[in-house]
């Protein structure tokens, strides 16, 4: 009753903000004031639970359809754009690189591509004919730092494998010399 006594008094331009409790609220009374007010259109508000009404003429209003028809199918092109990368990605077969790739790969595959399988070993199985080369830089380090904790020159080295510190190791001019040590035989 409020928004149609609004509307009946208002001039065009004025606007109505309307609290409602809940984002829900707020979707069902956006559709039901653009079903029923021809000349009322519903803009964004300050927070997910306030409606803005502003009173526009027709032609306002067929425009900001036409706005809002063109925005809604920009997400969805851009929701499908990155499914098309995932899917450019894996027909490329190129080598897949990153720093503990593990929870990235798991949302990529369901969001992208399809359904969890069952078990880790089924994932692994179907992820890697996706992407049959994946190099983890996380999972590199453990595996350095196992092989070398029994050499005492490089037994400090990859304490954190965190990738800020891995740079930072790796970059020193310390481990780089003995990065890059030539072995003369």
């Not at 790739?101 to 880790?120: A, I, N, Q, V």
Request: hydrophobic fraction near 30%; include cysteine; proline fraction near 3%.
């Amino acid at each position: 009753e409020q928004i149609g006594s609004w509307c009946g008094e208002a001039n065009f331009g004025e606007t109505f903000r309307v609290d409602c409790h809940s984002w829900g609220t707020r979707t069902a009374l956006e559709y039901e004031v653009t079903q029923r007010f021809k000349n009322v259109i519903c803009v964004p508000g300050d927070s997910d639970c306030v409606l803005l009404l502003r009173k526009v003429s027709s032609c306002d209003k067929l425009n900001h359809s036409q706005t809002m028809e063109h925005s809604e199918e920009r997400r969805k092109r851009d929701a499908i754009g990155c499914g098309f990368i995932f899917k450019l990605l894996s027909s490329s077969k190129r080598i897949l690189v990153g720093h503990n790739l593990l929870r990235d790969l798991l949302f990529l595959y369901e969001k992208f591509h399809k359904p969890l399988p069952e078990s880790y070993t089924e994932f692994k199985r179907n992820l890697h004919q996706l992407f049959p080369r994946i190099f983890d830089t996380r999972h590199i380090i453990n595996k350095l730092r196992v092989e070398l904790r029994n050499h005492p020159e490089y037994k400090e080295w990859f304490i954190s494998s965190s990738l800020g510190m891995l740079y930072s190791e790796l970059h020193s001019e310390e481990n780089r010399r003995l990065l890059y040590q030539p072995t003369v035989t």
